[in-house]
């Protein structure tokens, strides 16, 4: 006789804790399961959630993506055995501060030309586990780790490579502003794992010249994660986020350092793990990392800070770590011995963070105020991504304020801006857009239904 399924007690406890019922849980494991593509989930529904309480047990990705549905419900770190589950085997690299950085870029490497490996890392779940960043020892190690790192090979690597890989890294970074990162990131990864490793690997005619390359790789690491979390591969950009840390660490560059933790915090908001964006944002302007920044850099880290307060609730930070980041800004000067990675970061962009940290603290007066100022100063030829999620994000607030017909007219620009781009984070805008809209949808509003019938479109084609 077969023996009966033994309830979930624990799945149970977690689903009451978060005050779901079944269908609820359900629809959260489906929203993570849209952000790393994973289609064989779309049909999960309230009786699948039931059954798993009962004791039967989800397949594939499901625990992984179910318990980082629960952490960011809960607020803390939730893994798939809290939930009376099992998580899946697989054999991607392991997010580990401590894992040699060289042979950890070698394995991402790996992963890039190994078609199933790089299906796995692409559809993995994002999670919080390797959030916490290490402590002061771990950065003197590394350091000390670099110095006493010997060459693999014969090649003599010298300032004109150096060169070479800075304007790499421009380029491929004023094509991720314009075009998104579903653009050109396979060539991305390709040149970092394999011109740039290379280099890496070689002896260099000195030491300055060693520290330069690896802040180089860093930035070009941060870049591949930055152009992963655009595209919703959350989980893939933490890999690279992590490398690019590591990189910088190895080169003694705080200040690139906090460029990526700074990234990381913003990644870690928009997903809802509000704490932990918190803390690495506020990592991200301790000491040195604050300190040898230039000024327009010290404003991005600035402003992100600001962001995890306000999501927080701590509103009179926030409103003080802006004041911060507007002074900051304002004290960059053209000519400025900055780096290139902040070209970006200028009014517009301030505007833009701002506004969405005044989004979170509820002042949408406030917030389509600086979202306004935003789309206005900035050069949209240039930064056309950023330009249309600031759109989208406008016409959210706009529409939450009670103004549709605003909402209508501010999101039909965004769309018009999202032509030839193809990042994640600008289709969410579209998702939000629907979900605002659908009270509306078939009700006699010309506008809005016809505003909807075209995002359902550009979804559709997406």
């Not at 520290?211 to 790789?217: E, L, P, V």
């Amino acid at each position: 006789m077969a023996q009966a399924r033994q309830p979930n007690t624990k799945l149970a406890a977690a689903i009451a804790e978060a005050r779901w019922s079944h269908a609820q849980a359900a629809a959260a494991l489906l929203r993570v399961a849209a952000e790393v593509g994973a289609r064989e989930l779309a049909a999960v529904s309230r009786s699948h959630v039931s059954h798993w309480v009962a004791g039967s047990h989800p397949s594939g990705s499901a625990p992984a993506l179910l318990a980082e549905a629960f952490s960011r419900r809960l607020g803390r770190l939730v893994s798939p055995e809290d939930l009376g589950l099992s998580a899946a085997t697989d054999a991607l690299p392991a997010l580990d501060w401590n894992l040699d950085t060289l042979a950890a870029l070698a394995d991402l490497g790996r992963v890039n030309v190994d078609v199933g490996r790089r299906s796995l890392l692409e559809a993995a779940a994002y999670s919080v586990a390797a959030l916490a960043v290490p402590d002061s020892t771990w950065w003197t190690d590394m350091a000390d780790r670099a110095k006493a790192r010997t060459s693999s090979a014969n090649r003599s690597v010298g300032r004109g490579d150096l060169d070479a890989v800075r304007e790499m890294v421009v380029f491929f970074s004023r094509l991720d502003q314009r075009r998104g990162g579903g653009h050109a990131r396979s060539a991305v990864v390709q040149y970092l794992t394999t011109d740039v490793a290379q280099y890496l690997h070689g002896s260099f005619t000195d030491d300055a010249v060693r520290r330069d390359m690896f802040s180089a790789a860093s930035e070009l690491a941060y870049l591949v994660g930055w152009m992963a979390f655009d595209n919703a591969e959350h989980a893939a950009a933490l890999h690279y986020f992590t490398a690019s840390v590591k990189l910088a660490a190895e080169a003694n560059d705080p200040a690139m350092a906090a460029h990526t933790l700074r990234a990381m915090a913003h990644q870690a908001i928009d997903l809802g793990h509000i704490q932990h964006g918190l803390s690495l944002a506020t990592a991200s302007i301790e000491g040195n990392r604050y300190r040898l920044a230039s000024p327009r850099e010290r404003a991005l880290l600035g402003v992100v800070h600001a962001r995890g307060l306000a999501a927080t609730g701590d509103d009179r930070a926030a409103a003080t770590a802006l004041n911060k980041a507007e002074t900051d800004l304002a004290s960059a000067e053209p000519g400025d011995d900055e780096p290139s990675r902040v070209f970006f970061f200028g009014e517009a962009s301030l505007a833009h963070e701002t506004g969405c940290a005044l989004r979170d603290s509820n002042d949408l007066t406030g917030a389509a105020r600086e979202l306004r100022r935003s789309v206005r100063t900035r050069k949209a030829a240039t930064f056309t991504r950023t330009h249309a999620v600031t759109l989208g994000y406008l016409g959210a607030v706009q529409a939450r304020q009670g103004n549709l017909d605003e909402a209508c007219a501010t999101w039909n620009t965004a769309l018009d801006a999202m032509d030839g781009i193809r990042s994640a984070r600008a289709r969410q805008t579209v998702a939000d857009m629907r979900s605002a809209l659908s009270p509306f949808r078939g009700r006699g509003f010309a506008a809005a239904n016809a505003l909807d019938a075209r995002a359902a479109a550009y979804l559709a084609a997406a």
